[in-house]
């Protein structure tokens, strides 16, 4: 069965530290994975999707289909990095499966 | 544009109640959906539509019904309200299939 995991519920760093929000899944085809973000008081949205390879807000995101993950990268957290991040996997293009979420706090 | 926009914010109630919670979208955006998520929990799919007049069940359909008369609006019914039903639930929406989904801004339901 599809399937997207995200074992941290809470991930907490300090400003200025390096983050990785981890997200492995499992798929039997060929994967799309993407990261959504929600900031406080505002709407889920599109963070990234591996198939575009491109760095948002200083965030990347690499497929890795050996290892089935899609870490979610910052070198450098920012305090308004701050959010929820899901780890949504596609399935047939038209349906995302979600994972459970992790809260990042970023400290001053 | 607004986007998504979805009514009521909140709303409480009673078991055995009845509500339709309405979702709009002006991107003239063919794939509409909707999403519950509870608590601590990531959100599951309980409906989608390709188009207007076409609606498909996700994950987690039971106890719901939607419709798409038009391609703006996908209101999503929930005839005999159980406390199960207690929840957040998102609509979303997207131009082609693919996972670029732009979602509303959630209802909050309770059912006491």
């Known amino acids: 069965a599809q399937r997207v995991t995200q074992p941290e519920k809470l991930l907490s760093v300090f400003k200025g530290a390096p983050v990785e929000l981890k997200c492995n899944y499992s798929?039997?085809?060929?994967?799309?994975l993407f990261w959504y973000v929600q900031y406080s008081r505002q709407r889920l949205q599109l963070l990234l999707r591996h198939i575009s390879r491109e760095s948002i807000k200083g965030f990347t995101a690499d497929l890795n289909k050996g290892e089935t993950s899609f870490h979610l990268k910052k070198p450098f957290a920012q305090e308004e990095d701050s959010a929820m991040y899901y780890c949504?996997?596609?399935?047939?293009?038209?349906?995302?499966?979600f994972g459970t979420g992790t809260r990042l706090q970023v400290f001053p | 544009n607004a986007g998504v926009t979805q009514t009521p914010k909140f709303r409480i109630l009673k078991i055995g109640q009845s509500m339709t919670l309405q979702c709009t979208q002006d991107m003239n955006h063919n794939y509409m959906y909707w999403y519950r998520q509870d608590p601590g929990m990531g959100l599951k799919l309980i409906y989608y539509?390709?188009?207007?007049?076409?609606?498909d069940k996700g994950e987690v359909p039971n106890g719901y019904n939607v419709s798409r008369s038009t391609t703006e609006d996908f209101p999503l019914r929930l005839e005999l309200a159980a406390p199960s039903q207690t929840s957040v639930y998102f609509c979303?929406?997207?131009?082609?299939?693919?996972?670029?989904?732009?979602f509303g801004p959630g209802t909050r339901l309770t059912v006491l």
């Open positions: 798929y039997s085809g060929s994967p799309e």
């Open positions: 539509s390709v188009g207007a007049g076409i609606t």
């Open positions: 949504a996997l596609s399935k047939n293009t038209d349906k995302l499966i």
């Open positions: 979303a929406s997207s131009y082609i299939a693919s996972g670029t989904q732009f």
